[in-house]
């Protein structure tokens, strides 16, 4: 799962991405040892028959359900079923079934089989029940707030019907009668009844399809492989399926018809990533179909769902969005991988969730690697340390034992860091090793399920290497190194020494593997060496004092670090810099100490440093040199990466200079909402009525930077009569951090308004979108939607202030 806690939070909040505190009272759980399952019986096969009651959102469902005693005798079974209504449970002898005694609590039922069974033993119940999600009551999921399992989209607010569902963590025995744990797999069947206008969506192969005289229709799903009963899925409504194959097997997006014409430049990679992958790992993809659908109102980003990954409406973007880049891609990889890591081989237990998401997380390194070149990668991989680095996450180990609900294991650790430890891991062992380790891991546990310790054997049995220090270290440790890097040179020895010291507050002392480059009369030489001590010291002989030293040369650490270089060591740096992350250092400190050579970052190879390069200009007196806005001119006019190009532009805004209209004007219809947002906000920093009208023509297509721009524009700029523009421009915008950071602004418009019908439509907006955050996030968002509601409230007077307290009831 990716797991996409808004970024709007970290923008208002200044809390991280990934890091959700949760506050506990009860502290007990700190003694709580969180293990693998216990297996008294074991999953086989899972058969449903459901059918659906749209307007109560009930589920009616029989199932047959196969099982074995994993190795002891057994005459019962424990069964989890969460709020459902029971109607029948019976064993079924050949064609006749008996019905059976059981207990039922509301979350499991147990249940006393008509005889004991050996290890191994088959045997099958049926369940006649009816599951009633929208009543049941659970804690929130870090994932969907409410762990419903099964959710009913209902056509409200320009939505279509739809229901899809959601199983991680244990919420599918919801929906369906499971042993709804991690460790345990099953085949399946799935038979859904659905009105014949809609199209269904579940895990394996569509078998059969059956029309009945009710114009409904009943589809048939059958998966043959075993999986995770988490992994279970079944989706429907009204889509559009665009087919592509990869080796004969159907590879389909599922989406709304108005994005029909968009979904291969969404989906479009995913053959080329299969094959990336199959042949990056030599492991075949060997699930039948590779199927992906968008789902309305899917908050936590994607789930992949063994076959048929779900993806959030996040995924939806037109032509003029995938200008920009296709910001999901990254997530469609992450999905995709999880077919290897999660689905083939499975975590044993939700201590262990690295396995599965650690892997997920640097795929997307490896394809942005394979398809966009290393310097995109490691700009990429940067921002996910980054967001571990401030997670406030150096007390949590990787592998947790202890953890006060499953939930909290989908944090920055779980992801971020066992994606960055992987990089470390890589590069200590060399590509070879690395990908026939992650081969022998994935073909040795294929269809089962693995801990942690079972991959370090994997690479001990490949590499010939005793990695106990690793995994100690990395995967049943916490925290990082915090680094002090301080350089000696003495020439009457003709020694540099290099002293690192840890200054991490733990006790812990980190081993660690690094990279030294010593360059010396324009050559370097590599040094590998390891830190095993709270202070180290590194000695290099030499001929000529070296111009630079590099110190964790390949920029692999998962560390903080504090690398007092010289100013010409940063020069030098620039100067024989091979990867992003050098070049990005020496650009930050030419910045920070006001030096020209910053300006050698905006010819960069690397679009996302030549952007990043504008951006840090802009903040010294370089800004107003004019070799530097002459270049700067030229990225605006001729860059082929629109993101770039879009901060040239909002560079040249920001001169104030009139010269720049008819650029701003040549742009402001540009392919790229970027582009075109920033060029029309160019236009109204010079002539806010020419703006104003062009912005009423654009509000009608107007996404991302161009939204925003022409959302402020009009209503600045606008009168009374523009309402149902400015409303709908509002009401159509993503919830974002731009839209949070202009509440005040509408509300203000808002305010100024006579006629109350449409003060009330503005205010039933501003209440939508509101209610649009899931309910464990809105506790973020109070203060801002109070104020903002506050101020048309105290403007409009008694009648609206008691129309704004009924709404946010």
Known sequence: MKRILLALILAI????????????????????????????????????????????????????????????????VILDAKGMQINEVAIINGNSKKDLKYQYDGLQLTIKLDRMYKGGEKYTLYFDYISKPNEFKTQGSAAITDAKGLYFIKPEGGKVYQFWTQGETEANSVWFITIDKPNQKTTQEISMTVPTTWTTLSNGLLISKKENKDSTRTDNWKMDLPHAPYLVFMGAGEFSVIKDQYKGKEVSYYVEKEYAPYARGIFGHTPEMIKFFEEKLNVPYVWPKYSQMVGRDYVSGAMENTTSTLHGEFAYQNNRELADGNSW???IAHELFHHWFG???????????????????????LWNEYKYGKDYADAEGFKDMQGYLFSGSDKKDLVRYYYADKEDMFDAVSYNKGGRILHMLRNYVGDDAFFKSLNLYLTEYKFKTAEASQLRTAFEAVTGQDLHWFWNQWYYGSGNPKLNINYLYNDSLKIASVIVNQTQKSEKIFKLPIAIDVYESGQKTRYNVFTSSLSDTFNFSYNVKPTLINFDAEKILLAEKTDNKTEQNFVEQWKNANNWLDRKEAIDYFAKNTMPEIAKGLTDKFAGLRLYTIQKIS??????????????????????????????????????SSKYLDMFIKNVNDSSYSVAGEALQGIYSLDAKKAYEIAKTQAKDARKTLQ??????????????????????FESSPLSDAKIGGLK?????????????????????????????PAGYKSYFDKTFQSALTIIGKAKGKEIEDYIHEKMK
């Open 619 to 656: 903040k010294t007196p370089y800004k107003d040199d004019a070799a530097v806005i002459s270049t700067i001119e030229d990225i605006a006019e001729k860059d082929r990466d629109k993101k770039t190009k879009a901060e040239a532009i909002k560079f040249l805004v920001k001169t104030g």
């Open 343 to 365: 689905d083939l081989v499975t975590a044993e237990s939700w201590s262990n969730l690295t396995l599965n998401e650690s892997f997920a997380n640097y795929s997307e390194y």
């Open 708 to 729: 925003g721009v022409v959302t402020t524009i009009l209503i600045e700029q606008g009168t009374e009569s523009d309402f149902e523009i400015i409303l709908n421009n």
């Open 745 to 773: 602004a509408f509300a203000t418009y808002v305010s100024g308004i006579n006629d109350l019908t449409k003060v009330k439509k503005g205010i039933d907006a501003i209440v939508s979108s509101y209610n649009s955050i």
């Open 329 to 331: 891609e990254s997530t």
């Open 13 to 76: 909040s200044c809390i991280s991405l990934h890091a959700q505190k949760t506050v506990y009272q009860d502290t007990a759980w700190k003694n709580i040892y969180r293990g693998t399952p216990q297996k008294i019986n074991s999953l086989v096969h899972t058969k449903l028959d459901v059918k659906f009651d749209f307007e109560k959102s009930y589920l009616m469902g029989k199932e047959w359900l196969t099982l074995e005693p994993y190795f002891y005798a057994t005459d019962s």
